[in-house]
């Protein structure tokens, strides 16, 4: 025997554990990881280049440590897309909302404390809480894949967890949470601890419905947290950010690696930024494709979580994986998140979602149902 992972003395609670990551294989169409299935366009990449070239013009020099132009302009697009003014202040970026949620933990958790979240969700919640040494709470939903509020309120208390996470639109499901019911669960952490909730909107931006950015007013214990990564479609340039209130920004800060956001990382968000129209024209396509998934996987006779977001969970079969393994068979690449009878696809372009539709059919013929 080769000497492996299990002969270093890692942390307990790391061993047998296995690394996050979808199975990216090798397929004509992948519509598992919820990417934007549009390149950036052209005169994108060009300004990028440039502003890129500018910047390695001073790598000589440690990166702007507190991103203050490229929080600034993350703060307009906020206050521009939501209404609700959000400030430089109010703001705070790292290499992903992966990052972030790390940071959020690293101060707000750690040894001794816990986090909840209601599952299944994004599972990168738990183990990034696992990674930070803070003990991770599964909280309930119900049989739709809404939140079962009383049991939550009830988790809450009892276990008076220091972070709460909420996401909306949630991942792998595809519902929204109403903001009502994410009031609820923010009174229930203020008369618990009161702890920090942390609203994770990463697809808020494909939703029916509006930002929480509003709810920021006055609750100095909430965070949204939001990326570049699926609306924007760059998620090949990692950046995550939060809004709070500036208290939460200055604690972060005792905790982030000092220079963590590259100068060409700041520079290339500060380009993407300059073209959020853009960036964001492929939104409003992929919602209609999305709603579209929706429509014709019903017509199937399939089950599909109402969605707000740039993806679809549909079921129910008996098997899930073998649902998988025969719609990868036909050349497309879905994701199994291993919620019981229930899979997951990515809104893609017209024809990946064709390709898509079309496996399933044959598929579905070949089980004869
Ligand atoms: C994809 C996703 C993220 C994004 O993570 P990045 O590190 O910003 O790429 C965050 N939260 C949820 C729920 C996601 O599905």
Redesign the pocket.
């Known amino acids: 025997m080769s000497f492996g992972i299990d002969d270093l003395p890692v942390r307990d609670e790391l061993r047998g554990k296995s690394p996050y990551g979808a199975p990216q294989l090798d397929v004509p169409v992948r519509l598992n990881t919820?990417e934007n299935p549009y390149p950036l366009p052209e005169p994108l990449v060009e300004r990028i280049a440039e502003r890129v070239r500018e910047a390695a013009r001073h790598l000589n020099r440690y990166p702007d440590r507190d991103a203050v132009e490229l929080r600034t302009r993350l703060a307009e697009y906020l206050t521009k897309t939501s209404g609700h003014p959000v400030g430089l202040a109010d703001v705070w970026a790292a290499n992903?909302?992966?990052?972030v949620i790390q940071q959020l933990l690293q101060t707000f958790g750690g040894p001794g404390r816990t986090a909840i979240g209601f599952e299944p969700s994004?599972s990168?919640h738990g183990l990034i809480a696992r990674g930070t040494g803070t003990g991770w709470i599964s909280g309930p939903r119900n049989e739709d894949f809404t939140i079962d509020l009383a049991a939550a309120r009830k988790a809450i208390a009892e276990h008076r967890p220091d972070v709460v996470f909420v996401?909306t639109p949630n991942?792998p499901t595809g519902n929204a949470v109403p903001a009502e019911t994410v009031l609820e669960l923010y009174e229930a952490a203020q008369a618990a601890k009161p702890s920090m909730v942390v609203v994770?909107e990463?697809?808020v931006e494909f939703s029916h419905g509006d930002s929480l950015l509003p709810l920021l007013d006055g609750r100095p214990h909430l965070v949204i947290s939001r990326?570049m990564?699926?609306a924007f479609g760059a998620?090949g340039l990692?950046l995550?950010y939060l809004a709070a209130h500036p208290a939460v920004v200055d604690a972060v800060q005792l905790v982030r690696l000092p220079y963590h956001l590259s100068a060409v990382t700041q520079a290339t968000a500060l380009a993407a930024l300059e073209h959020t129209d853009t960036l964001l024209k492929y939104v409003e396509q992929l919602k209609a494709e999305r709603d579209r998934l929706v429509a014709e996987l019903r017509a199937l006779g399939y089950e599909v979580t109402e969605s707000d977001a740039n993806f679809v969970q549909f079921g129910r079969f008996a098997d899930s994986h073998a649902a998988w393994r025969g719609i990868l068979d036909r050349g497309v690449l879905v994701r199994d998140n291993g919620v019981p009878g229930w899979l997951r696809v990515t809104a893609g372009t017209p024809a990946e979602n064709d390709a898509f539709l079309d496996a399933v059919r044959e598929w579905k013929k070949e089980q004869g149902s």
């Open positions: 919820n992903g909302s992966n990052e994004y990168m996401t991942n994770d990463a697809y990326t990564s699926k998620a990692r995550g």
